[in-house]
């Protein structure tokens, strides 16, 4: 143990609020939790970038390629009708998981970026007009910057973005002034991934809409850490990333109000999204099916079920407890290592603890950790404009998931002491 994590006796430390997770279960559900790395223990903090898999996940993808492999929506024969049951049942999953009232209101896309991007070139193509603007804020990840960049750059329409206080949290007021006759769209995150920040979403949703503005949210760090629910809310878009909450890569939500979808234009042409097919005219299929262009990742969208069935079993409420409890834990004795400097102090946090070290650039933090068998993020995690804000190039970013533990923060504080030993 380091002297600063020493410093912190038992009193000191706050008391693990224990949650209704059996945190050794939930670690023997993930086959790669148990491997070395360099020797060591793997200490497995990169959740904001990826988070592991569940054996209940890697079984169902298998089973769908050893059992049921067959393209879906087209085939009479047994393989092809049970693809497709099993491929429509993680759609009503997915509704139920974010309590979209409908489940042809959920689209599958490749991610988060796809979700985004579907929503830009379709509803903002068509939405956004030569002198608009289109709402951000200061704390987006770029696949909520750029896409409206392309759109904007298109229309000669003009990117806004609402500021960030030093703590990283959004300034309200400065997002209510934002928004005026010229807004067409706000397109903010729920949680940002390089802060941990939780926005305020339900009134930045309600301020949005008393002026008519519509609001696609960035829900990539926010679904795998906290119930989120899309008609409390209230919002017209959320997207997500299955491989954030325990689901296979390449695979995600879109949620948009029916209305909206049926207004908007296609996405991509090709099979399935269309009811029928002339070199005259096309005329497309009804909702979900107009924005699920081709043969999808079955795979994927099964596995995806999977891991939201898993969450489901353990809670998403004792999913966001547990980490809560590890980065209130992690705050503490993180901080209290000399010449360390959190970045992302907000009231409001999901488990993300990113920090720089004096003298130090992150990326020999995240080696020296590497070869300590400590997985964390380095760099500028996709959000170079946050970066400049803090006047600073990387942080470095540990985050937490379910099977996260507070021995492995006192991996993280061992390990960021021998960085500070190697620099001294
Ligand atoms: N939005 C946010 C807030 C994100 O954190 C990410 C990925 C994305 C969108 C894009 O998700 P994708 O699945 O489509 O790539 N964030 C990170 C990260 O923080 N480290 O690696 C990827």
Redesign the pocket.
Known sequence: MTTAARKLDAEQRPAPIGGGLDVARVRADFPILQQRVHGKPLVYLDN??TSQKPRAVIDAIVRYYEGSNANIHRGVHYLSEIATKDYEAARRTAQEFINAPHAHEIIFVR????GINLVAQTFGRARVQPGDEVLITAME?H??IVPWQILCDEKGAKLRVAPINDQGELLLDEFAKLLGRRTKLAAV?HVS?ALGTINPLKRMIELAHAHGVPVAV?G??AVPHMKVDVQALDCDFYTF?G??VYGPTGI?VLYGKSALLEAMPPYQGGGDMISSVTFEKTSYNKLPYKFEAGTPDIAGVIGLGAALTYVNGLGIGNIGAHEHDLLVYATQVVSAIPGVRLIGTAKEKAGVLSFVIEGVHPHDIGTILDQEGIAI?TGH??SQPLMDRFGIPATARASFAAYNTREEVDALVRGIGKVREVFA
């Open positions: 904001a970038a991610g988060a970026t796809e990840h696949s909520n995150t991934n960035d990539a760090q990333s491989h954030k995600g993020r995690h996709c």
